[in-house]
């Protein structure tokens, strides 16, 4: 099993290019599935499939934590995933096939590893790198079937490298916050937010989510509280109880910030203050007559800047600096 990476480097990876890249950028060593799962609910069976990209020349092992419920049930005794160099592997049914899971729905995180060799602690520097680390991607579709009824109605789940994350410890920055739009609670269509603790050494995480309409207004705030690794999918409806009978039922969208975060007592040295705390979110819009679900993505406030910018497309080398290439 391995080792999390020491997230005082991560916070201050905030800082820099990695953490505000466009969403696209999907290689890392660690790379987190929010949600998936294999499990009966609704009258209909969720089931994920999942692509793994091994991005190295070498061979590489990849280990598996699993973690379900706002309190984080961990799991990690999972038989290790090996893709040769280059190889792109699809994974049908993932949790029961590769997890023997048939019950469950949670976040998964994958970490690679270069094959025969050591990535754990005493490979890692100060920061928490280990130089046998090995890139991967992660893709996944998470989809319905329902007994009788032909087809499947599913939705794309991204992985999302560890870079990635939020972090209150990055206010300063504006990479404390993110936001969701497209929030639909009619009729015709309802919403669910999906909240994820990223850190394993951050307990008592409180994510506060402030709902707005298409004007601005406050419609209602909530509060979700995750244990190390927790993880929550609430439905629009029962976090904003107002909001069906609000004036603006459509056109909304969904602020989401940390207000909270404790170290656990395993915490490593740079997260024994907060617990280095970090999260993804998620929404989901769900049409009520089809079940056709939509995957809605948080986005930063923030732009990549100038700096960002040149630094994913440098100038050096006689290359022309990067310029908008349609009218403006």
Partial sequence: MFKFKNWGIAAALALSTAAAMASNFRAADQVYLPIGGHIQGGGALFVSDVFLSNLST????????????PAGAIQTNFPQITLAPNERKELPDFFSTNLSLTNNLGVVIFNACKQGADCGPLTQDASGFSPNYRNISVESRIFSTISGVPGTTGQDIPGM?????VTMDQAATGLDKVFITGIRNTSAYRTNIGFVNASQYSKDMQLKATLFSSTGAVLGTYTETLGPLGQAQRSVGSIFPAFPTAATSTGAWVQIEQIASNPTSDAPQGCT??????????????????????????QYFKPLTDAQILAIYPTTAGK???RRVARH
Avoid at 161 to 165: G, I, Q, T, V
């Fill in 58 to 69: 070498d061979t590489v092992t990849v280990s598996i934590i699993f973690s379900s419920g």
């Fill in 161 to 165: 490298p560890w870079y990635s994350f």
């Fill in 273 to 298: 203050t907060t617990g280095c705390p970090a999260f993804f979110a998620y929404g989901s819009q769900l049409d009520n007559i089809s079940g056709d679900p939509t995957t809605l993505e948080a």
């Fill in 320 to 322: 022309s600096a990067v």
